[in-house]
């Protein structure tokens, strides 16, 4: 059986900032929490993923906000700055060109 290691949850939220940095996930470029977590994170680390996620959202500190209304539930970064700050101030890797 195979043993898989427990991400912290600043680890998660660090892993979720830089892969949206990445990926430019900021202005009109926008996507769903599931595609966000899915794209980001291990399978069994997906569930804890998707509710540190929304708390993010709601969290002024954190650099991604909610975009859009209905059922789709999506996101992008506040500007590639905060997130920039944001994983710098939390021990998080910055993607090579956005330092």
Excluded: W
């Excluded at 939220?13 to 949206?20: D, E, F, G, S, T």
């Excluded at 794209?39 to 991604?64: K, N």
């Excluded at 059922?71 to 994983?87: F, G, K, P």
């Amino acid at each position: 059986m195979q043993q898989y290691r427990k991400m912290e949850d600043k680890e998660i939220r660090n892993r979720i900032v830089r892969k949206m940095l990445r990926n430019q996930v900021v202005g009109g470029h926008k996507k769903q929490i599931d595609t966000v977590v899915n794209m980001t994170l291990p399978s069994h680390e997906q569930g804890r993923g998707r509710d540190l996620l929304e708390d993010m959202v709601t969290d002024p500190d954190a650099p991604i906000e909610g975009y859009g209304g209905g059922h789709r539930q999506n996101v992008r970064l506040t500007s590639v700055e905060d997130a920039v700050d944001y994983l710098k101030s939390n021990g998080g890797d910055v993607p090579f060109g956005f330092d």
